[in-house]
């Protein structure tokens, strides 16, 4: 036994020893090319002095620099963007910077070591130690580079590393145009950094090493580009022993040296080693194909909501000599993803291991426009999306094809992805456009460079094509690529390097969604009368559809200077700093709850039309599941940028009502009143039937007297909706001369509640006059730290009260009462009826020690109550 503990004990060693990865993420400096008088082989010897140089933020861009930096303003507040220099006008040069970074690290004998960016825009030339890594011009931001440096390091371990990056060569007008003039889609970079209808333009145009920098060491062999394909065929449940499930794995295996190298590649999951022996040639890559290997009663992978997110351990190794010569470490979670064409609907049904999946989704545009990411704000982002009961996000094609860190989040939280390629209609030239530089026909054929496009989608789609959350590709927004390039990705690229997800040529193509309403194929944007989503169909599978989302008044300080912090008029030109961060105006719906009185009282009375609108949108697709649609998109869920339109919650993290009126709408098993016709509807969206449920509708006035309307009996089949009863004929022998509040629920047999719903009635006029009249409802607040990072938050509204109405609860910092962001609050801008209370759950990391929870409400006076 001791024996074989030392030979574990050995084995682990070697496996650390042989894989060693690290970021070059410190200690870089900067400086603009017009200071700099020399050339690379002179900058990047560790002779030539650095003094006065500026600390460079890497991964980051040139803006994120010059911000860290005091050089410039804040460009999300207020209007401080306008007081930045813009590319187009400076010129490139203003944003073309030298990066150097100096660090330790000597060759050893057959040893290794590998130089990786994963990302830098646009294009840059790489120095070490006085000698040029790049015999051509790195070009692009979505491709990686990589160099084996071994040679180029010093002998004496220090080492200095020299990038200067250029930023596009079009950076586009920004004349206010989608992309501007349309002109940056000539290259392969952002194109919403030129400005779109929820961003104002990004001065740099995301120029940096905006990526991270990694120093890998490897022995003889270089192993990467894991490939894992995972099947599991015929229909699933969640629960229960599994029928086995089959992995596919490939793998490349670079030789970088003179001498040919026999080994053994293998790899280990789930207690089993599959291994193959190899003989690889001198300065030869190669891709490695395993045998099949049969797992038996798997732990699946399966979407938010309908199962658990259970992810494997993987790891490749290449073995010689008893060394490990290198390895990959990724995660795998088992699933299968298959598409079939819904006759009825006319669209696409997204089916995860043999179960149909309604698409409740969000539209993505990119984590934060100066491209400042990390781990915790993606887990943080992705985690709202959770919250929010969708499961699926779709990345927009005018920003990035995202992080591994971002996939990694949509693996944890069961987020599938909608994955788009770097084209968007409006630059990419789907129709004429007055704003746009060159016609329809020079820009259907953007970027200039195709063949970089291509050797880019190769590229990225090795980076990503692992991740269990990967669902499907998608061409562009909105338009195809170009011929050229369309079609080796459908013929080529994808089924040669991925070959399991299904490819739509574009996000809103006919084979997704088959458009015979006229228009675009996606919409209608923009707030929109809540009956509407119940009765007007739109495009069975829409990709993009809704937009309102201003944040609360907390929210709106963070970036609106207090001189502009002025509640909007309808049809009055906003506030230039409103304005500036493209508000839509949406009073015709505030006004009915009493014309704002100041912007406190505005954002509280938007935070009700947001939480009513997506809670309708999401009911009203949810209603006609499987008979009208197969899914919605929603556009979109989140800004980048300090934007006053379609988020759930806003750039600092912040929720608004947006994101709990969605959440409630989109609850797997969820009981609500269609506004139409009063007909209470319960939608079940899980694999298996429920029955003995009791449905209960009960209505409140507005001095909180109960009044009983009906509950009854009955059971629901699996992913299925069912009417229940209706409830005009009571609500109409109700006074409704100053409006209602209506009460659903589905209670168990133990009279545990399911699902509940609250709506708020207009009186007869469609006014919510009894609203502006509600009485206080003094509320019992009590907030206990039940165990690290997490509070309950428990409200009590007495016997004999009003409804306590849409109430926030905010986790603060008792001294200086600022909310801590993230927080993640079970549910919020919740009501408590008469008699009752209810437990909000509320997560959060990093906090201070000293807690407090601030609660305030449309009839509850602001409190503050510490945690105990």
């Known amino acids: 036994m001791r024996k074989l503990l030392l030979f574990f004990l050995l084995v682990a060693n070697i496996c650390v020893q042989a894989q060693q990865r690290y970021e070059l993420n410190t200690g870089w400096l900067c400086n603009n090319i017009k200071e700099v008088k020399v050339n690379g082989q002179q900058l990047s010897s560790t002779n030539f002095s650095l003094n006065n140089w500026m600390p460079a933020t890497v991964p980051g861009t040139v803006l994120t620099t010059l911000l860290n930096n005091k050089k410039v303003p804040d460009p999300f507040y207020g209007m401080n963007n306008e007081k930045i220099e813009d590319v187009y006008k400076t010129g490139n040069d203003h944003y073309t910077y030298w990066f150097v970074k100096d660090f330790s690290e000597k060759a050893v004998a057959n040893e290794q070591v590998w130089l990786q960016f994963r990302g830098i825009n646009y294009k840059a030339e790489f120095y070490l130690n006085g000698k040029k890594l790049n015999p051509k011009t790195h070009e692009g931001m979505h491709i990686r580079a990589e160099y084996n440096i071994t040679k180029f390091l010093s002998p004496t371990g220090k080492n200095r590393l020299a990038v200067v990056v250029y930023p596009p060569d079009f950076p586009g007008n920004p004349n206010g145009g989608q992309g501007g003039d349309g002109t940056i889609a000539k290259g392969l970079t952002t194109q919403y950094t030129a400005g779109w209808d929820w961003i104002q333009p990004i001065r740099d145009r995301n120029t940096g090493i905006w990526d991270k920098v990694t120093i890998e060491k490897t022995k003889a062999i270089n192993v990467k580009n894991p490939h894992v394909v995972t099947l599991v065929p015929g229909k699933r449940l969640p629960t229960g022993a599994q029928k086995p499930a089959t992995l596919k794995v490939s793998v490349e295996v670079e030789n970088p040296t003179n001498k040919v190298v026999t080994g053994v590649v293998q790899y280990q999951i789930a207690g089993k080693t599959i291994s193959k022996s190899i003989s690889l040639p001198a300065s030869k890559t190669t891709t490695v194909n395993f045998a099949d290997l049969s797992i038996e009663n798997p732990k699946l992978w399966w979407p938010s909501g309908y199962g658990a997110q259970n992810l494997y351990d993987l790891k490749i190794q290449f073995l010689s000599a008893n060394q490990v010569f290198d390895q990959e470490s990724l995660k795998v979670g ?128 090795k980076m990503i094509r692992n991740h269990a959350s990967l669902a499907f590709w998608c061409g562009g927004n909105e338009i195809t690529p170009p011929e050229d390039i369309l079609n080796p990705i459908k013929n080529d690229i994808l089924p040669r390097l991925d070959g399991t997800r299904l490819f739509f040529d574009f996000s809103n193509s006919d084979e997704m969604s088959f458009n015979d309403l006229g228009g675009n194929g996606d919409g209608p944007y923009g707030i929109q009368d809540p009956k509407s989503f119940w009765s007007t169909k739109t495009f069975p599978y829409n990709s993009e559809v809704g937009s309102v989302g201003v944040g609360d008044y907390e929210s709106l300080e963070r970036f609106i200077p207090a001189k502009n912090m002025v509640a909007p008029q309808f049809k009055e030109k906003p506030d230039s700093v409103w304005d500036y961060h493209k508000y839509i105006a949406y009073e015709q719906y505030i006004n009915p709850y009493g014309k704002a009185k100041d912007v406190k009282d505005f954002a509280m009375k938007a935070q009700l039309v947001n939480y009513d609108q997506y809670r309708a949108l999401m009911e009203g697709f949810s209603n006609k599941m499987w008979d009208w649609y197969t899914g919605s998109i929603i556009w979109k869920t989140q800004n980048p940028w300090t934007a006053l339109r379609g988020q759930m919650y806003d750039y600092y993290l912040d929720p608004n009502a947006c994101l709990y009126g969605l959440r409630k709408g989109s609850e797997s098993l969820h009981v609500m009143m269609n506004p139409v016709d009063s007909m209470v509807t319960v939608v079940n969206n899980g694999f298996t039937g429920l029955n003995n449920l009791m449905v209960q509708a009960k209505a409140y006035d507005m001095d909180g007297k109960e009044h009983f309307i009906t509950q009854a009996f009955n059971s629901i089949g699996p992913s299925s909706v069912r009417r229940f009863f209706p409830i005009n004929d009571f609500l109409k022998k109700l006074d409704q001369k100053e409006g209602l509040f209506v009460s659903l629920r589905i209670l168990d047999q133990k009279q545990h509640i399911l699902s509940e719903n609250i709506y708020w009635l207009t009186d007869k006029n469609g006014e919510y006059s009894g609203l502006q009249k509600l009485k206080s409802a003094p509320l019992k607040v009590t907030a206990t730290q039940k165990q690290a990072g997490k509070v309950e938050v428990m409200l009590s509204n007495k016997e004999g009260n009003p409804v306590a109405f849409f109430n926030r609860v905010a986790l603060i910092d008792q001294q200086t009462r600022k909310r801590i962001l993230p927080a993640f609050y079970d549910d919020n801008y919740i009501s408590i009826l008469p008699g009752e209370n209810k437990t909000i759950v509320v997560e959060y990391t990093g906090a201070p020690e000293n807690l407090a929870v601030e609660v305030y409400g449309w009839n509850v006076e602001r409190m503050k109550v510490q945690v105990q």
Not at 351 to 371: C, T
Not at 401 to 424: H, I, M, T
Request: net charge negative; glycine share 8%; proline share 3%.
């Open 334 to 461: 088992l699933r299968q993803i298959d598409n079939i064409w819904n006759e009825h609907t006319k669209s696409m049904g997204a089916y995860v291991n043999g179960q149909k999946i309604f698409i409740k989704g969000g539209n993505w545009i990119i984590s934060d426009a100066m491209l400042r990411f990390s781990d915790a704000r993606y887990d943080a982002e992705i985690r709202y999306h959770k919250d929010m009961n969708l499961n699926l996000i779709r990345i927009w094609g005018g920003a990035i094809l995202e992080r591994p860190e971002f996939y990694n989040a949509c693996d944890k939280y069961g987020l599938l992805v909608f994955q788009d390629f770097w084209f968007s209609g409006d630059c990419n030239g789907r129709w004429v456009d007055p704003m746009k530089k060159e016609n329809q026909w020079t820009r259907r054929n953007y970027p200039d460079n195709h063949p970089l496009v291509l050797d880019a989608i190769e590229d990225q789609v």
